[in-house]
């Protein structure tokens, strides 16, 4: 399964962006999904995450309220709706997936990742 994320730019405080994540293959469905994010000099964190039929959804204490997660399996993608953009949001994301598991925060129990989009915030 390949990745591929975006979405990503450049917006001030306050603002918003939704990122995209189309994935390969005809396996889509049965793959929990998973947003990351990497700043500069710093771990890679969780974001959010779903599982592979949507019907349940995990967030970071730093995301609830503002991110939203989802997915259209009949075209393949999983997006993050971003909302009330700030400075500390400015990182890398990443989407990642793992078949047939149950939501996990862990990055090392997703199988494969996409290549990152990079959102800045600017304040």
């Known amino acids: 399964v390949q990745l591929q994320a975006s979405g990503g730019g450049l917006v001030q405080a306050g603002g918003s962006l939704r990122l995209s994540c189309a994935a390969s293959?005809?396996?889509?469905?049965?793959?929990?999904m998973g947003w990351f994010r990497q700043a500069p000099g710093k771990e890679r964190e969780f974001v959010a995450a779903?599982?592979?039929?949507?019907?349940?959804?995990s967030y970071a204490d730093s995301a609830k309220g503002r991110f939203t997660i989802s997915r259209d399996n009949a075209k393949n993608t999983v997006y993050l709706q971003m909302n009330s953009l700030k400075p500390e949001d400015t990182a890398a994301y990443f989407c990642?997936?793992?078949?047939?598991?149950?939501?996990?925060?862990?990055?090392?129990?997703?199988?494969?990742w996409g290549q990152g989009t990079l959102v800045t915030v600017s304040s």
């Open positions: 990642a997936g793992r078949f047939w598991g149950g939501l996990t925060i862990r990055p090392n129990e997703y199988e494969f």
């Open positions: 293959g005809r396996t889509f469905s049965s793959i929990s």
């Open positions: 779903i599982s592979w039929i949507g019907s349940s959804t």
